[in-house]
């Protein structure tokens, strides 16, 4: 069974950057596109970017200005780091596994909160 | 990109139906077969209950369907049961290369 794990800092200084990992195990990051998907406390679900095995990437429009999505296939691991962050920047942050030409993601992480706050 | 409109919630007593709409455009849902819907418990990993509009993935219950027409997707929750009480989301694929998620739904179940 593949399971996904968020790790990083749960707290960001504003202006600073919000960095995360995302470990794959059961299966192998390559072959899939994964998902960046954030939801701030009390609202709904806002898609963030995606990476394919082989680094290439889409991001959110309103984001793109401030992220990066990076994948490391040797550590089954891919990474979001987001610029200059803001009180609006604070979240659960999840990764997820996109299922193949579904348009759904079908394993997702349990999450984590990042706080942006001095 | 704008999210898709979903109503903000929706409510039913057990054993009956309900649907859950998903408005977007010709740019997101209704130029592309790749919607899918999301149910999140309370304080939990959103589950994909379906994708391409209307599949199911495996261990799903078949009281779970999905449609679509024009601009707009579906969600039917027939049967309704108490753990079926929870947010719903819906999402799209859009002709920017990139995913947008709906509003959410509540539905309660009464």
């Keep these: ?118 | 990109q704008s999210a898709l409109t979903q109503p903000a919630s929706v409510s039913g007593s057990p054993g009956q139906s309900i649907t859950i709409s998903c408005s977007g455009t010709s740019s997101d849902v209704g130029g592309y077969n790749f919607v899918s819907w999301y149910q999140q418990h309370p304080g939990k990993a959103p589950k994909l209950m379906i994708y391409e509009v209307s599949n199911r993935p495996s261990g799903v219950s078949n009281r779970f369907s999905g449609s679509k027409s024009g601009n707009t997707a579906s969600l039917a929750i027939s049967g309704l049961q108490p753990e079926d009480e929870a947010d719903y989301y819906c999402s799209s694929y859009t002709s920017i290369r990139s995913y947008v998620f709906g509003t959410g739904t509540k539905v309660t179940v009464l």
Aim: positive net charge.
């Design chain 1, 1 to 118: 069974q593949v399971q996904l794990r968020e790790s990083g800092p749960g707290l960001v200084k504003p202006s600073e950057t919000l960095s995360l990992t995302c470990t794959v195990s059961g299966g192998s990051i390559t072959n899939y596109h994964w998902m960046w998907i954030r939801q701030p406390p009390g609202q709904g679900l806002q898609w963030i970017g995606f990476i394919y095995y082989t680094g290439s990437t889409s991001y959110n429009p309103s984001l793109k200005s401030r992220l990066t999505i990076s994948v490391d296939t040797s550590k089954n691991q891919f990474s979001l780091e987001l610029t200059s962050v803001t009180a609006a920047d604070t979240a659960v942050y999840y990764c997820a596994r996109h299922k193949p030409n579904s348009g759904g993601n079908d394993f997702w992480g349990q999450g984590t909160l990042v706080t942006v706050s001095s």
